[in-house]
């Protein structure tokens, strides 16, 4: 009898223990919560490192699936020909006008440039990276790159889909990073809109379509009009496509972008050599110096 | 009389099963689908993972197995850190406790108290990732993913049962 109630004080003991373990397991996650919040840097470090160490398990998963979604990006193609023939034909008509246009300008803008002795822009430097990761979720719109520091990559650059601003850089580690794109509710970034030059904040809130806020002027924007990038901020060079304005009810403004998440398979991350946007970035630290040391 | 080594380095593999199960559906969440829309509401399957061994094998996804997998999610998901390890953590203790009730029961109990707890840890985190970003999100896709979750729980059941089967069926 003795044993027994020795076991059963033993199971008692660890029947505490596993209630002390859970216990403190749920104050860690609520510290993190706080931790996280705060954005130290340690966070930040531990974040990059543990998407480094997946990233190129990542990497391996997506390529089948990549293969997967583009056979049947074939299969769906081959169904809807004729209808993308007779579309096709008909932007081709309305396009063949507009290269005659382009070119028309773009002649004219050669000679006012030589007039004018502009100073062309420099050409930015740029990487492409693959999307890895892309952990579908109701809470956050972001992707893993496989491209890091190792690649230059650094946070706040410009991720582009062809010539369309998707996103930018959030987070970098060693040769994986994180884009944030621009329907994410942490996502802010000053555009305008193109015909208008109507400067707007353009800010995310977990929808396909981001919302448009902070409109300077009463200029009345309408369904269809472009949106591009702006450069306030010095964020990023002017003039990035963006999507245009798909609708305007209830003064709510929305905006269709050019390119949507599950068309993203390559993207290019572009170094404008400006600021970027810096989305957690705070001021540095004054370094601290003792009295009577002088200063470097 | 000891077991040998093989019998006991094969008992260790078989008990590392559900982990690795759990972090292989975490990693298959994590797979860029290309299908339009489904991203914002892809359903969390390591939801799926933790429920179904707290309920059949709690010894071998503990509480801080479940936190791990939550921490993981967090960090590849982009959401704010702790959030999803304090609801896997929650999904994970609560059926553990209430696991005797599980034993023995149809699939359709197991079923419906999924979707009260996969209720409950949706709303957990709306709360949660609202407070820490300060703003209000829409709950449509939030909804949505819960729907998704659901709808896809026989199947995954289906699968884990299988692999318990062929795992752990006497260890």
Known sequence: MKQSGAVGRLATLRLLAQRFAFVSLIISA??????????????????????????????????????????????????????????????????????????????????????????????????????????????????????????????????????????????????????????????????????????????????????????????????????????????????????????????????????????????????????GILPFEKPPVPERRRRGQPAE | MKPSIWVRMDTWVRHMVPISVTLFLLLLTAIPTHLPGFAGVAPVLPLMGVYYWAIYRPDLLPAWAAFLVGVLYDILAGTPLGVHALVLLLVQGVSAGQRRFFLGKSFMVAWWAFGLLAAGSAGLSWILVAILSGQILDPRPVLFQYMLTLGLFPLLTWVLARTQMAFLKDV
């Open chain 1, 30 to 275: 609520v510290a993190l919560m706080i931790v996280g919040k705060a954005d130290i840097l340690l966070i930040e470090r531990t974040r990059a490192v543990v998407a480094d160490a997946l990233s190129p398990i990542l990497d391996a998963m997506s390529r089948p699936a990549a293969t997967v979604a583009e056979f049947m990006e074939n299969v769906r193609e081959l169904a809807n020909l004729r209808a993308e023939n007779a579309r096709l034909k008909a932007e081709n008509g309305r396009l063949q006008h507009w290269q005659t246009v382009a070119r028309r300008l773009d002649s004219e803008n050669v000679v006012l440039h030589e007039h004018l002795n502009v100073i062309p822009d420099p050409d930015p430097a740029f990487v492409t990276a693959r999307v890895v990761g892309d952990l579908g979720s109701a809470f956050g719109h972001s992707m893993m790159l496989n491209a890091g520091a190792r690649d230059g990559v650094r946070k706040g650059q410009a991720v582009l889909a062809g010539e369309v601003l998707v996103g930018y850089i959030a987070e970098v580690g060693e040769r994986a990073s994180r884009l944030l794109l621009l329907t994410d509710i942490n996502a802010k970034l000053p555009v305008m809109v193109e015909a208008s030059r109507t400067r707007a904040i353009l800010s995310g809130d977990n929808k396909e379509r981001p919302k448009l806020n902070y409109l300077t002027g009463t200029t009345t924007v309408a369904v269809g009009d472009r949106v591009v990038t702006s450069a306030s901020g010095a964020a990023f060079p002017p003039g990035i496509p963006i999507g245009q304005v798909a609708s305007t009810t209830d003064g709510i403004i929305r905006i269709e972008p050019f390119v949507h998440r599950h068309e993203l398979e390559f993207v290019t991350i572009v170094d404008f050599g400006l600021g």
